[in-house]
Structures are given as C-alpha cells and as structure tokens.
C-alpha cells in the first residue's frame, strides 16, 4: 500500500464477509418460511351404507390441510367441548393416523357424534407429531343434526 490506495486483500475479505451474511440470511429466512402450514376446517359429512339413500349415516369431518413446504405428521385430532366438565377435550380414533400430509395435500378424519352433541363443539384441533396444535375457527355449525 505504497501509494496510499486500497490494499485488495481488504477488498476481497470484506466481500467475501458481505457475501457470507447475505447467504446467511436467506437460508435463515428460507428456514422459517419453509415450514409446514396447516389449516383445520370442520365440515359435516353424509354416508350411505352400500348405497342406499334410506340408511344414511351422519359425520362430521376434520380436513386437514398442509399447504406449507414441508410435510407434517398429524399424531392426533378432535374436538374442544362446550361443557361444564373437566372432560372437555374430545379425541377422534382415526386408525389412519399418525398421517404424513405432504405439501399441497389434505387428509379428512371423521367422528360419529350423537344428535344434539355437534353444538357442543367450539372448533376442531389437530395435534402434529412434535405437539404444535393446529385448531378451525369457531365452530357454529347448528341445525343440521
């Protein structure tokens, strides 16, 4: 540095360091958008047995959703309760779960529930495997039971 200009080691390092963070910080910001993105919806459902329209069977959906970048295993799903119980939580036996919903797929689990139970629902929650929950809006479903 004889004639008083910049040395270009010092140039290339502080390059180099700009360049490093810059990379840092996408992978970073790549990190946490690239996570999964559930959403719950609830939705009542109608079956038939062996398709006869006389027999039908009433059931109330939880569609699963993952429109995140990920895939999320869902361990288990159900139904916060409005009652005086301490028995307020409602879990769904689902064989099927655990469930692995990959990005932009959906999964439907479905409960039996008795006339006049469905208005006791406040929203639907689903349980991933590492315990994050995932819960529907508010559910004001009445008159369909």
């Known amino acids: 540095m004889a004639n008083g200009g910049i040395d270009s ?17 996408f992978d970073m910001f790549k990190y946490f958008n690239e996570k999964p993105n559930v959403a719950v919806k609830t939705t009542f459902s109608l079956f038939y047995e062996s398709g006869d329209l006389k027999k039908e069977k009433k059931k109330i959906a939880i569609e699963i959703i993952n429109s995140g970048r990920r895939p999320v295993t869902i361990s288990y799903c159900g139904f916060k309760l409005k009652t005086d119980s301490i028995m307020n939580i409602q879990q769904v036996i689902d064989p099927n779960l655990p469930k692995q919903i990959a990005e932009g797929e959906s999964y439907k689990s479905y409960a039996d529930f008795a006339e006049g139970d469905s208005e006791k629902i406040i929203y639907a929650w689903v349980k991933d495997a ?9 559910w004001p479903l009445t008159g369909f039971m």
């Open 9 to 25: 080691t010092l140039v290339i390092a502080i390059y180099g360091a700009v360049v490093a963070t810059a990379v840092f910080v």
């Open 130 to 138: 590492t315990g994050k929950e995932y819960r529907s809006k508010k």
